[in-house]
Structure formats: structure tokens, C-alpha cells
């Protein structure tokens, strides 16, 4: 169970689980033995929604790496690429589906995230692959749980696509995922934007909404309004220095699907009888998110506000310490006392006084 979910407002788990549904369904639709072929970009998200443990309860044996050429050998019944519709990854596709053993049959199939593509389907038919395919179909993951209080599109080339490509493929996933946020926690009363693709949203949602009208099950609102904002509102406020202390491990060491990667040297340890430090090869991957109480607390404070933080909190643990080290004496005390009883009371047969 996902325990940072909970922390928020909101119990954000209730849209992971959805997702995980959706999932856990088609690996169902692809009966025996799996080797899931992941586009790279997809790893860090998916990691998110669902671990290797769910996978294999669904006969998930092998994964992969989506490259050119062949895939790597596997004893499995089933190939399941999991991808973004992109039409060069449909060349990659139909390079591994073309490159296959013929002696070995396998069953082909193909999940596009989050939308499926008539134009990347077409490219599979233009290289003579598509009739492989047993299943194609699309798994809907618009916005993914971060945090309590955080989802997230992964959509890096949004802003690119709308202003400079003219290409408005997000705001339409984002207005579906907007939806179904709505179908999970209630119709939102109110809807705020700024900007001209704010007012797409918001737009496409209306549309969607009477589309849909009497085929949701009607459940009390938990958010009472959405705010919609432009990116290029503010423009500047991406290009200036994070200075929380979340915002500087992201600009030292970098934050990916909410995992920081730390050197190894700073955990290095002091080798027993030697002088010398034993130094790990491999960089350290720790998952940030509010399930750590303290970390909960600092990570959004400016970072001359986290010194004073920590010094608080230490003296708390302090204090703790003392008074379990001075409850420790006293039980040990009250041991010693209960020996010295215990002996006097089989030498003369009395009973313990009832405090002991």
C-alpha cells in the first residue's frame, strides 16, 4: 500500500488503484507466459503505478529494454511492448517483431500510452507487421500519484508541442485525465484558467462532459475548484534557482519519478581494523515523498529555514533519548530490587509484595 497517498487532502490511492485495474486487465487479455518490452521513458512512471511484484502475480517473466534488432531470448508464450505512440518507436517495433525466430511462435502485442495511434498503426501496416499483433490497445495514464499533494503528467514536450508545433495532443490528455479525476472524486463546481490553452482545457472538458452526461455515477465533489494556468504565464519562475530544500537535492543531484541518485562516496564506510574506507560502486536510490515523517516536514521550506528545523528536531530526539536511557536505569534498578526479593522469598516462603 502506497502510505503517501494518504498523507494529503485527498486519498490519492483511490486514482492508483484505478490504474492498477486497468493494468492488471490487460495482462489478463494475454493468457500464459509474458515478456514485457518497455520504451525506456515509460520505466520511471509505470515504477509509480505498479512494482515488478504486481507484474509477476500476472505471469510477467522477462523485461525489456525496447531497442533495434532482435529481442533477447525468452521462454515465454506472450511479447507485450509497452510504448508511447511515437513513429519512430513503431520502426524499432516492427525491427524486433520482423528480426523474430519463425520456429518459435509468439503472440504480439502492443499497449500505446496513454492514447492510441491510428497514424503509429498505420506505420506498423506500411512495414508489414500489424497482422502480427494479436492484441492493440491503450492504457489511459494521464496524471500519476506522485505525493499526497502532487500528479503528474510526464509530459516534458508539452510546451514545445503547443507553441512551436502547433500540436495540442496534451491539452486533450490533460482535459481526459482532468476527467477522470472527476469520475473518481466528483464533479469539480468550479473551474478558474489563464491563458488561451487554460481556456482549451476547460473547453474540451465541457464537451467531454456532455458527452458523458448520465454515464457517471453521481459522487459527492472532494475538490471544490480547479485552477487552470498557462505555462507561459509565468515564465520565469522555471528558470530561477530552487531554494527549498526539496528544490536544491533536484538542482545538485537531480529528481526522476520522485527517486534522487546519490554518489556513492557518501556513504562510504570505515573498514573494520583499517585505516581505509570501504566505497559502495553503485549510486544510492532513495524514493522521496511524505511517508518520511521529517522529510515530510522540511522538504518544501527555504533552505535557511532547515537548519533551525533540524535543530529542533534533534533536541526532541534528545530529549527522547534521556528519558529512555533514564527508564532503562530504573528497570534495571527494579530487576536488581526483584532478584534480591525473589531470593529472600524462597529462603523464608513469602509472597512478592503485588507492585512486582
Known sequence: MASHLFCGRVNLNILREAARKDLREFLDKCSGSKAIVWDEYLTGPFGLIAQYSLLKEHEVEKMFTLKGGRIP???????????????????IIAENVASEDKLQPREFHILFVPRRSLLCEQRLKEK?????????DEYILDLIPY???????????????????????????AAKGLMTLQALYGTIPQIFGKGECARHVANMMLRMKRE????????????????????????????????TYEGLIDEIFGITNGYVKLPPEKFAQKKQGEGGKDLPTEPKKLQLNSAEELYAEIRDKNF????????KKAKIISAAFEV???FVSLLAETNQELLILNTFRKKISLPLPSRF
Not at 505525493?147 to 490528455?173: A, H, I, K, V, W
Open 73 to 91: 531470448s525468452a521462454a515465454v508464450k506472450n511479447i507485450v511492448f509497452f510504448v508511447r505512440p511515437r513513429l519512430e518507436l513503431m520502426d
Open 128 to 136: 508489414g507487421v500489424l497482422n502480427s499483433f494479436t492484441n492493440i
Open 147 to 173: 505525493d499526497g499533494d502532487l500528479l503528474s503528467m510526464e509530459s516534458e514536450s508539452s510546451f514545445r508541442e503547443c507553441y512551436l508545433e502547433n500540436d495540442q495532443t496534451s491539452l486533450y490528455n
Open 212 to 243: 458523458f452526461a448520465g454515464s457517471h455515477t453521481q459522487i459527492l465533489p472532494v475538490f471544490d475548484t480547479l485552477l487552470l494556468l498557462d505555462r507561459n504565464v509565468d515564465l520565469l519562475t522555471p528558470l530561477a534557482t530552487q531554494l
Open 304 to 311: 535557511n529555514a532547515v537548519g533551525v528545523a533540524l535543530s
Open 324 to 326: 529512555c536511557a533514564a
